[in-house]
T-cell receptor, first 111, second 118 residues
Framework: SQQGEEDPQALSIQEGENATMNCSYK?????LQWYRQNSGRGLVHLIL?????REKHSGRLRVTLDTSKKSSSLLITASRAADTASYFC???????????FGGGTRVLVKP | GAVVSQHPSWVICKSGTSVKIECRSL??????MFWYRQFPKQSLMLMAT?????????EQGVEKDKFLINHASLTLSTLTVTSAHPEDSSFYIC??????????????FGPGTRLTVL
């Protein structure tokens, strides 16, 4: 079963704008990961944030984690047309060591 | 490093036939492999977890006799969809992790296999 929800389900922005998407989950976690998936392709790992971390940066990506609210956000700054993809959060649960994926956010960046 | 391949990348088969999908870790030993299914415009759903040399652990609602998983070596896992039907048409993705290393929390994903059952 899916761990949590992502919102929005879809996002359409202009190139250069920032894109923010959120992920909520239900159980205790070891870490939370964000992935990108281009249409019909495999997953690309973007960033992993551990349960004892609150914020992490990687290039134009910024991820926050609030374990008290069981939520995370992914911010893509200065978006590009090539950022058009679906973005998924996935939680590595404290008991089980398996990933559970959120529903995903489909991002369209218009040139 | 940490490359995972899948073969085939796509397959079309007739209803009632069986299809085997391979998942290989190319440059590391995958002590654990995971199989996911993804329907169009939906998220990935974990089907089963397999550890090398032992039986796979299936998620609730996944028929183990229909989706046969074999993880006979540290670099290869196979998923066989037996007696496939049109409702089995989906995108199947594997991932692999090396729990003997310091990167045990990371899963490395294959590119996926598109199965279409006519």
């Amino acid at each position: 079963s899916q761990q949590g929800e992502e919102d929005p389900q879809a996002l359409s922005i202009q190139e250069g704008e920032n894109a923010t998407m959120n992920c909520s989950y239900k159980t205790s976690i070891n870490n939370l990961q964000w992935y990108r998936q281009n249409s019909g392709r495999g997953l690309v790992h973007l960033i992993l944030i551990r349960s004892n971390e609150r914020e992490k940066h990687s290039g134009r990506l910024r991820v926050t984690l609030d374990t008290s609210k069981k939520s995370s956000s992914l911010l893509i700054t200065a978006s590009r047309a090539a950022d058009t993809a679906s973005y998924f959060c996935a939680t590595d649960e404290a008991a089980g060591n398996k990933l559970t994926f959120g529903g995903g956010t489909r991002v369209l960046v218009k040139p | 490093g940490a490359v995972v391949s899948q073969h085939p990348s796509w397959v079309i088969c007739k209803s009632g036939t069986s299809v085997k999908i391979e998942c290989r870790s190319l440059d590391f030993q995958a002590t654990t492999m995971f199989w996911y299914r993804q329907f169009p415009k939906q998220s990935l759903m974990l089907m089963a977890t397999s550890n090398e040399g032992s039986k796979a652990t299936y998620e609730q609602g996944v028929e183990k006799d229909k989706f046969l998983i074999n993880h006979a070596s540290l670099t290869l896992s196979t998923l066989t969809v037996t007696s496939a039907h049109p409702e089995d048409s989906s995108f199947y993705i594997c991932s692999a992790s090396d729990r003997s290393s310091g990167r045990m929390n990371e899963q490395f994903f294959g590119p996926g296999t598109r199965l279409t059952v006519l």
